[in-house]
């Protein structure tokens, strides 16, 4: 079948099977191009593994360091006559590169918050690799089911105390406009937690240590974000930014319960990926910023921030660089003074009839398209192509 783009608001219902494909070798291509990590864990786990930062917290331990990785997630494979997801065909090529080079790779598909999930995966690192000796835990996700009580929680993006109202861009139109968000209830913030906090993580690190597949010294890092102040209302002070707190606290328990130092958390810098594209107001900012970095020759993709995370953090035999509150700043390129000043200029001219010139709203949505597998160059759109593809996690 053809397949092409449908965007869908800010989501993109199609993805392209070989676009993926070269997608992903480009990322590989980037961490081979750069020197190999000094001393890269050996066994990864990576929770999330199949879009965005996961992705790329897959693709540098295994090609910038040999490591063998089990990746899970929740995608949709394809099936005859309708596309899969672009995670799926991402992970479909990751593990084709992987055995290309002979690295050992295994991917599980299906609910990481559920505990069935936790014991397979258990069950194929006891067999196949003993133990891991790091745990990335990269989930974005609308909802959780909690396994305990069996009660789905809905994660919203929604200011906290007050209504926000700040410019906005419809990325499907290129419009700027005014957005009212209203404040969120007690029960939003308490379901934001539950879906986008600690507590999943640290229920994997504990199912982890208690099968005894953890390496002696293993660690496990997850994801926060800061930003700027204009964006302070609707992610760091709202329902979000509260999940993040707990995360920062999960990673306090974790470090009492197994040591410190095992349980990181890195703030990374804000970049065009399928969950950071739902929420209002930042795909705005990311596209003033990238127009900023790329000028001042700093802009990093997924990919660049997780080699730097790693070559810098991680993997150099050395206890990583931490800020006040004990984590690791990989966004501290976005909040350069300068950088910031410049974005903030430009947020207060930007409109709709200049959004192309002020901003790389341009990059913003080749990058989008890139992450469904469109808009890579060497592949033929116009060719017929097999929607159905197989890894280790399925077909
Ligand atoms: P993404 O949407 O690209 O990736 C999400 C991953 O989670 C995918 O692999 C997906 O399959 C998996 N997933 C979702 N629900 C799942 C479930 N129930 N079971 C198994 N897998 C599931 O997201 P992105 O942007 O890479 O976010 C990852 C982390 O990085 C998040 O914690 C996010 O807050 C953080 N972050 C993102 C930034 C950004 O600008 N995109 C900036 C800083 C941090």
New binding site residues.
């Given amino acids: 079948m053809l397949i092409q783009p449908k965007i869908r608001g800010f989501i993109c219902t199609t993805a392209h099977p070989e676009g993926c494909a070269a997608h992903v070798q480009q990322q590989i291509d980037f961490v081979k191009s750069q020197p190999p990590l000094p001393y890269p864990p050996k066994n990864v786990l990576v929770?999330?593994?199949?879009?965005?930062?996961?992705?790329a917290s897959r693709i540098v331990p295994a090609f910038g360091g040999g490591a063998r990785t089990i990746g899970?997630?929740?995608?949709k494979p394809g099936v005859d006559k309708k596309s899969g997801s672009a995670?799926w065909y991402n992970s479909v090529a990751f593990e084709a590169a992987a055995a290309r080079e002979g690295l050992y790779a295994r991917s599980f598909n299906?609910?990481?918050?559920s505990t069935g999930?936790k014991e397979s995966v258990i069950e194929a690192i006891a067999q196949d690799l003993g133990t891991v000796d790091l745990v990335i835990y990269?989930?974005?996700?609308p909802r959780?089911t909690d396994p305990t009580d069996g009660q789905t929680y809905n994660s919203c993006l929604k200011p906290i105390g007050a209504s926000y109202t700040q410019k906005t861009l419809n990325t499907d139109k290129a419009e700027v406009y005014p957005i009212t968000i209203e404040p969120a209830s007690e029960e939003d913030i308490h379901h934001t937690v539950k879906v986008?906090g600690g507590e999943d993580w640290e229920l994997w690190m504990d199912a982890l240590a208690a099968a005894g597949v953890l390496a002696p010294g293993a660690r496990t890092i997850?994801?926060?974000?800061i930003g700027p102040e204009l964006t302070f209302p609707i992610y760091t002070n709202g329902t979000i930014g509260r999940a993040?707190e707990h995360l920062e606290q999960s990673a306090a328990r974790l470090n009492e319960r197994f040591g410190s130092g095992t349980a990181l958390v890195s703030?990374?810098?804000?970049?065009v990926?399928?969950?950071?594209s739902a929420i209002p107001v930042v795909p705005l900012y990311i596209s003033l910023l990238y127009k900023e970095m790329k000028r001042q020759g700093l802009h990093e993709g997924?990919i660049e921030q997780i080699q730097r995370l790693f070559a810098t953090q991680l993997a150099t035999g050395n206890a990583p660089q931490l800020d006040a509150k004990g984590r690791v700043r990989i966004d501290d390129w976005e909040m350069r003074p300068e950088i910031q000043a410049a974005v903030e200029k430009a947020w207060n001219q930007v409109t709709t009839e200049n959004l192309r010139q002020i901003s790389d709203f341009d990059g913003y949505q080749s990058e989008f398209l890139k992450l469904f597998g469109f808009g890579l160059t060497g592949v033929d759109y116009d060719a017929e192509t097999d929607p159905v593809r197989a890894c280790s996690a399925g077909a």
């Fill in positions: 929770i999330g593994a199949s879009t965005g930062y996961g992705l899970v997630f929740f995608e995670g299906g609910d990481a918050f999930m990269s989930l974005a996700s959780r986008m997850a994801y926060s974000y993040k703030v990374n810098k804000a970049l990926t399928q969950a950071s997924c």
